[in-house]
């Protein structure tokens, strides 16, 4: 039960958030993986918000309104424009777990909405595709989404993203574990060469969504934004 715990996510990981007054210029977007409702991004908010850090769920939508089922294309359009709508000149971090991350790259490498962005911190994404998304595929995910497909190790959205630049003076940073199974260590590093603002961690005895509420990795996520604090 705890191997499922901590790569699948807790069972609260599938069902939709309370409804609540959203802030239209959160200093923490949270953008969630695959299959997931953005509950899944609690334990980081629960870190953050006692800090003064104000966070919100990118609103993506997806199968039932709220579990990400979206492509890269639709999901990082969505959250670019959900950016491009914050007040003029307002620049905030964003977190995105396993394919949430790649979803947070797409909307900085394909649009405008680069500039609204603070830095981004991505945990077990499978930044060169993931061998995992295979099975999803063997299991029938493919006809749930076409995300399925874009996860695959060398497919067309993955060598298309990972040809484009990064901008060049903003943080990315990748958080990975030897033990994540459906984010295998060597899939989840960056396919940029490391810089001053570019670099990968890796962990060696988390599990996928355990990352989620390790306090190694909260540390981590909180370092990185507080060397950008308002």
Known sequence: MRFLTNNLGAPYFYIPMIRRHRSH???????QGFGNSPRAMNTIREHLV???YSCE???LGGLLGYLQTRGLKTAGSRLASYL???PEGHQTWLVGHS???LIARWAVQHTEAACRVKGVITIGTPHKGTPTALAGLAMGLGAIS?????????SPAIRKLNKLPWPKDLPLHSIVSKRDLLCIH??????????????????????????LRSDKVLQTVTADIESTAL
């Not at 210029?25 to 953008?31: E, L, W, Y």
């Not at 076409?146 to 060398?154: D, G």
């Not at 940029?192 to 969504?209: A, K, M, P, Q, Y």
């Open 25 to 31: 210029a959160p200093q923490v977007v949270f953008i």
């Open 99 to 101: 394919m949430g991350g």
């Open 50 to 52: 006692p800090k003064g």
């Open 146 to 154: 076409r995300a399925t497909y874009q996860i695959v190790p060398f």
């Open 57 to 59: 769920a990118a609103p």
């Open 84 to 86: 491009m709508d914050m």
């Open 186 to 211: 060597p899939f989840g590093m960056l396919p940029f060469d490391n810089t001053e603002h570019v670099r990968s961690t890796v962990f060696s005895d988390l599990g996928h969504t355990e990352m």
